[in-house]
């Protein structure tokens, strides 16, 4: 016998959830995922430029319809750094005609990252310009005084990042580098010197062609001036040295890709604002051993843990070079080595 009716079993299907019913969206919005769209229509271009949030693309790069097109990073990349030498992935608009703004949604692989920290105990890195693959440094010989204190801390950076150092000595009628440039004996440096109206600006090119230099130096050091004779048409502002304090003017605001051309061919060359300190925070010191081919196979001799440093105990390359096994070329090469490696450290 039931003690429910027909009236009854009706009340009861009020409070079954089953037959629920969903309330429509009013909005009719589709609900957010993660998944992003995967753009199989986007051109890759070189980023040459950024301001105030404005990329500057070069699309096409060498080819029939080479362009430039202003573009904005999509909102999934507004925590992901894009600089300088960026390989960008590009939608929308990109006729490169006036008014109009594509959107930058994605990054190619890096080949390259050259950074710098605040301090050397800052682990937060500042990426500087991505996928170079040389970095010259100018230094001036006199007015203002070089710093080769400076100089190491870029080619640590540089070998840290896995990019080939230059270096270009400037202002040499005013004085002779030669006791300065003793400092980097036993590295890999390939060195051109300059001097007033005689800038080898062909020497300098032949090195840049095929490559993506970056150029650093300490402001006044007449890096802007070099720039400016290797691309005519660049346009760098340039500045001068303060009488009473010895220091430049910053006289580059921003990092910027210029294209070299020449006879013998091309590459580019990428302008930096002058800096009058480099932290290493970030630098991880195995790579600059490893940058020391010859010496890091001897390395793996030390003890874990083992600084490299004159005084470090049981060092393997230390040992090398009291023997004599290094010669007189790998002594000097060890003593590069190692002033490189107090520098990173402090």
């Not at 540089?158 to 202002?171: E, F, H, N, S």
């Not at 007449?222 to 340039?238: E, M």
């Not at 195995?286 to 793996?300: D, F, G, K, S, V």
Request: with cysteine.
């Amino acid at each position: 016998m039931s003690w429910l009716g027909e009236d009854d079993d009706a009340d009861f299907d009020e409070f079954d959830e089953s037959s629920i019913r969903s309330r429509p969206n009013p909005k009719a919005n589709r609900p957010r995922t993660k998944r992003r769209p995967a753009h199989s229509d986007a051109q890759t271009g070189r980023i040459l430029g950024v301001d105030r949030g404005r990329y500057s693309v070069l699309l096409d790069e060498d080819g029939p319809d080479e362009r430039m097109v202003t573009a904005a990073r999509a909102r999934e990349l507004r925590r992901t750094p894009i600089v300088t030498g960026d390989r960008a992935r590009v939608v929308g608009d990109t006729s490169g005609d006036e008014g109009t703004l594509a959107r930058i949604v994605g990054i190619v692989d890096r080949t390259s990252l050259l950074r710098r920290s605040a301090d050397d105990t800052d682990q937060v890195e500042r990426v500087i310009v991505a996928n170079a693959d040389q970095m010259l440094v100018v230094v001036a010989a006199a007015d203002p005084e070089p710093r080769a204190r400076l100089v190491d801390r870029y080619l640590v950076a540089a070998l840290d990042a896995g990019i080939r150092p230059l270096l270009v000595v400037t202002k040499t009628d005013l004085a002779d580098p030669s006791e300065f440039l003793t400092h980097f004996d036993g590295l890999d440096l390939t060195v051109f010197t300059s001097a007033r109206g005689e800038m080898p600006t062909d020497e300098i090119g032949a090195a840049l062609i095929g490559h993506s230099t970056v150029f650093v130096g300490h402001s006044g050091v007449g890096k802007s001036t070099l720039v400016n004779a290797l691309v005519p048409d660049a346009g760098r502002a340039t500045g001068h040295v303060n009488e009473v304090t010895g220091r430049g003017r910053h006289t580059s605001s921003s990092t910027v890709s210029l294209r070299y051309t020449s006879a013998a061919g091309a590459g580019w060359v990428i302008d930096t604002p002058g800096v009058r300190s480099f932290g290493l925070g970030h630098v991880d010191p195995a790579n600059i051993l490893a940058a020391y081919t010859e010496l890091a196979r001897i390395a793996e001799g030390c003890p874990r843990g083992c600084t490299h440093l004159p005084d470090a105990e049981d060092c393997a390359l230390n040992e090398a070079a009291a023997d004599g096994t290094l010669g007189e070329t790998g002594r000097a090469r060890l003593d590069s080595l190692q002033r490189l490696l107090t520098t990173f450290g402090g």
